[in-house]
């Protein structure tokens, strides 16, 4: 079993930045991977970030450059930096592992950016 939880979310205006957070009751090292997702209202949940425990990240390309997600292993979470925020990145967000063939998910986060 793993247990996430989310922080950081809120109200935000364009051009402003936010610092999501994500600790797991788990190990960072137990895991193979963490993601961030998204969904917008009325769309798919997206992919937004991945970092593995190497230390690889991935990003999607509507955030590259703007967004940074980083492992914190001492404190057990990952943190996703979000700069120059646009009203399109408004979502609720969500961290994922996989853990022993298992998705495991926190409760979301609301980012609303307003223009």
């Known amino acids: 079993q793993v247990q996430l939880v989310e922080s950081g979310g809120g109200l935000v205006q364009a051009g402003g930045s936010r610092r999501l957070s994500c600790k797991s009751s788990?190990?960072?090292?137990?895991?193979?991977?963490m993601n961030w997702y998204r969904q917008a209202p009325g769309k798919q949940r997206e992919l937004v970030a991945r970092?593995?425990?190497?230390?690889?990240?991935d990003y999607a390309d509507s955030v590259k450059g703007r967004f940074t997600i980083s492992r914190e292993n001492v404190k057990n979470s990952v943190d996703l930096q979000m700069n120059s925020l646009k009203p399109e990145d408004t979502a609720v967000y969500s961290c994922?592992?996989?853990?022993?063939?298992?998705?495991?998910w926190g409760q979301g986060t609301l980012v609303n950016v307003s223009s």
């Open positions: 788990v190990s960072l090292f137990s895991l193979s991977a």
């Open positions: 994922n592992v996989v853990f022993v063939g298992k998705n495991y």
């Open positions: 970092v593995t425990t190497g230390g690889t990240t």
